[in-house]
T-cell receptor
Framework: QKEVEQNSGPLSVPEGAIASLNCTYSDRVSQSFFWYRQYSGKSPELIMSIYSNGDKEDGRFTAQLNKASQYVSLLIRDSQPSDSATYLCAVKGGGGTSYGKLTFGQGTILTVHP | GAGVSQSPSNKVTEKGKDVELRCDPISGHTALYWYRQSLGQGLEFLIYFQGNSAPDKSGLPSDRFSAERTGGSVSTLTIQRTQQEDSAVYLC????????????FGSGTQLSVL
């Protein structure tokens, strides 16, 4: 079982719709969770971080965390064509990892069509 | 510098040759990470530096891979006797310190082994 799993997609949504991206992780002691956006041919860019159960909102982005279910998601409201990218879920391991080493999922390709 | 700088941006080499990839982190960032991204895959952790020391080398795939960091700044990833399976994008990231989880990525080196 992969440590961090995402549906690779592609996920296609119309402009203005809500895009829902999902991620599950296997390490129960993980404490920190991140969403990175990667445009084609570019480097990953951090867009959201979440540490506590529940929702965290930042503009059109909402991250959701459920540690009991080992599940983290990213919602993008009012999706725009400029949101088309690969979204990478990343988890910071627990169990004494005291530095920022992240384990990444394989990414979900999102396409927002006009 | 303004961001994480990597060079070269592209490297084509023949199987069996050695290659060196360079990373210049953001000034003042003490933590430095190397990741590898194969086509359609997520990021695979290779090695972590804190200052000039590498407390975690667990992701290096084989003894053909080595890395060093000097002056707490520039890092070099060396791959000896390259193989076709080494073809990937090699990404470098830095952060302010060992407990800082916000990673800033460089634009990567696309390595192609023929």
């Amino acid at each position: 079982q992969k440590e961090v799993e995402q549906n690779s997609g592609p996920l296609s949504v119309p402009e203005g719709a809500i895009a829902s991206l999902n991620c599950t992780y296997s390490d129960r002691v993980s404490q920190s969770f991140f969403w990175y956006r990667q445009y084609s041919g570019k480097s990953p860019e951090l867009i959201m971080s979440i540490y506590s159960n529940g929702d965290k909102e930042d503009g059109r982005f909402t991250a959701q965390l459920n540690k009991a279910s080992q599940y983290v998601s990213l919602l993008i409201r009012d999706s725009q064509p400029s949101d088309s990218a690969t979204y990478l879920c990343a988890v910071k391991g627990g169990g004494g990892t005291s530095y920022g080493k992240l384990t990444f999922g394989q990414g979900t390709i999102l396409t927002v069509h006009p | 510098g303004a961001g994480v700088s990597q060079s070269p941006s592209n490297k084509v080499t023949e199987k069996g040759k050695d290659v060196e990839l360079r990373c210049d982190p953001i000034s003042g960032h003490t933590a430095l990470y190397w990741y590898r991204q194969s086509l359609g895959q997520g990021l695979e952790f290779l090695i972590y530096f804190q200052g000039n020391s590498a407390p975690d080398k667990s992701g290096l795939p084989s003894d053909r891979f080595s890395a060093e960091r000097t002056g707490g700044s520039v890092s070099t990833l060396t791959i000896q006797r390259t193989q076709q399976e080494d073809s990937a994008v090699y990404l470098c990231a830095s952060s302010l310190g060992p407990t800082n989880e916000k990673l800033f990525f460089g634009s990567g080196t696309q390595l192609s082994v023929l």
